[in-house]
């Protein structure tokens, strides 16, 4: 009983623990890791590009833990944010702005949920076409040009301090966290992951569920795109295009698994940290920054075995073995 109970929190905390003995790995075999110039960049880091992506990885997480997929989330990033530049400049309105941008990103996230639950196309390929739209209207709305000069009042509400982007991403991921796990909606997402049908027997309304998670997929993505558009000061089409693979990265790094139903948005704090810190590292011991790709892809590829391998079945299975040829030996 003891030893079920230690392997379970091994395996709750074993990113954790990763994190953990990343720090100690590059203290050892670096000279500069720990230095104070080194972690007043990491700060920086944290507090300018963290947001961003901790916000894209937790919605990327509610639409794992459905046993979904969002490839459209740079696009509607890109998109939502270029078209609040737009009004935003052109009516020196920034409560209009904020407004068109979140609008955009709702509509984009109800429409990949009724492309997904009513007309029944595959979360993959409904998001990656949606991707491809919205890229293609931002091209033609832009025309390839930036958008830059927004009013001052826009980067003082969330630039006049270096904080602000982060704290507001923490208090958002932590109201998800509460919305997951402390909620009946909540618990019909996990449900619905779990076993769809199970779910619409039992009296789920799986639909509704699906069109709302990917809403709230698309108010992230949006809010994701205003924080960029505050501290760059421009938007183009190109904004957000790697960001599915990263928000895809963080999620399952932090332990969350494509199989549905199981997962946690808080675990995107502890993937993003460990991708943070071995791209960092990495850094440090002089290891180009074309390896660091392939390092995060094996990362990703070991975190999805490590997840889907059950300690319990092994230990039962090795048992069996050792118990087996221990019978065959006597005979």
Not at 127 to 152: A, D, E, Q, R
Request: net charge positive; aromatic share 8%; glycine share 10%.
């Amino acid at each position: 009983m003891t030893k079920n109970i230690n392997l379970s929190l091994l395996k709750k905390n074993s990113r954790l623990i990763v994190l953990l003995l990343l720090l100690v790995f590059f203290a050892a075999f670096t000279d500069t890791f720990w230095g104070i110039s080194n972690w007043t960049n990491i700060l920086n880091i944290v507090l300018d590009q963290f947001p961003p992506l901790l916000l894209i990885a937790a919605g990327m997480t509610m639409v794992i833990i459905m046993r979904g997929i969002d490839l459209s989330i740079g696009a509607t990033v890109a998109i939502s944010a270029s078209l609040g530049a737009i009004v935003m400049n052109s009516t020196q309105n920034v409560a209009l702005g904020i407004l068109i941008s979140l609008l955009v990103g709702i509509i984009v996230g109800v429409c990949n949920g009724v492309l997904i639950s009513v007309v029944g196309v595959p979360p993959y390929i409904a998001t990656i076409s949606m991707k491809w739209i919205l890229t293609g209207i931002c091209l033609v709305v832009l025309n390839g040009s930036s958008v830059y000069g927004f009013p001052s009042e826009f980067k003082a509400l969330l630039q006049s301090t270096k904080y602000n982007c982060f704290i507001i991403s923490l208090v958002l991921i932590f109201l998800l966290a509460f919305f997951m796990e402390k909620t009946v909606f909540g618990r019909n997402v996990y449900v619905t992951g779990t076993n769809e049908t199970a779910a619409k027997l039992s009296g789920v309304n799986t639909v509704m569920v699906t069109i709302i998670v990917f809403a709230i997929v698309g108010v992230l993505s949006s809010i994701t795109g205003l924080m960029y558009m505050s501290f760059l000061g421009g938007v183009d089409a190109n904004l957000g295009s790697s960001f599915p693979i990263r928000a895809i990265a963080a999620s399952l790094i932090g332990g969350n698994a494509f199989g549905g139903g199981k997962g946690r948005v808080t675990n995107t704090i502890i993937g993003a940290f460990i991708m943070l810190v071995l791209t960092n590292g990495l850094l440090h011991m002089g290891i180009p920054a074309v390896w660091q790709q392939f390092v995060l892809g094996a990362l990703i590829i070991i975190s999805v075995v490590a997840e889907n391998f059950d300690v319990k079945s092994f230990l039962k299975k090795r048992k069996k073995a050792v118990r087996q040829l221990k019978k065959e030996e006597i005979v």
